[in-house]
Structure formats: structure tokens, C-alpha cells
């Protein structure tokens, strides 16, 4: 038996604090994060709003030019993250982190 007659792996799922770890290092400046929706921040004022942030695409619930949470992530390799109302406070990416980085992320958004 050889590595390729072994069935593919399951794709594990994104965690939160995967994708909150990427959202920080967007935020100290180690990732470069772009605008992916025609709209700007303020533009859309309520509404989904989509990043990119080194191949990891990002869905970014903005409500009334506030940042709110984060609705969904694919990884670079494909891994799914996607919010759920039911799951319990803190499996947000965006709610782990600190009041200063939502503060600043919010304000990088808004550049975009």
C-alpha cells in the first residue's frame, strides 16, 4: 500500500480563531488586505461587505457603518468558516478580538 491508494483526507473546517489570527495580522500590518466588492465601506453603509486578505476571501457584516461580525471565510486551501447564530459568543472572529483591533479593523475597512 502506497500514500496515493490511502483516500483523501477529510478537509477540516476553518476555525474562528484561525481566521481571527488572520484578521490580526491584517490589522498590524503583517498581511495586506484589498477591497473585493465594488462598494466602498461607506458606500454600503449596511450590508455584506467582501475582503481579501491574501487569498483567504472574507464576507464582513458591515450594520450601519459599524463593524458586526464576520458571515463567512474560505481559507487559501479552500477550508470553509460561516457564522451561525446559534453558535455561542465568541466563535466570531471578529468578537475574539481586543476593542482596540475591532476599532482598528473597522477604520481599515473604511479606507478601503
Given amino acids: 500500500m502506497t500514500l496515493s491508494d490511502c483516500p483523501d483526507e477529510p478537509t477540516r473546517a476553518l476555525a474562528a480563531r484561525e481566521l481571527c489570527q488572520v484578521l490580526r495580522d491584517a490589522i498590524f500590518g503583517r498581511r495586506t ?10 458606500e454600503l453603509y449596511a450590508g455584506m461587505f467582501m475582503v481579501d486578505v491574501e487569498g483567504w476571501s472574507m464576507t464582513i ?50 479606507a478601503l
Fill in 61 to 110: 457584516f458591515n450594520d450601519c457603518d459599524e463593524l458586526d461580525y464576520c458571515e463567512a471565510c474560505v481559507s487559501t486551501h479552500g477550508r470553509l468558516w460561516s457564522f451561525d447564530s446559534g453558535d455561542r459568543y465568541g466563535t466570531d472572529p471578529i468578537a475574539l478580538l481586543s476593542t482596540w483591533e475591532h476599532q482598528t479593523l473597522e477604520r481599515l475597512l473604511k
Fill in 33 to 42: 488586505m484589498i477591497r473585493v466588492c465594488a462598494q466602498t465601506w461607506n
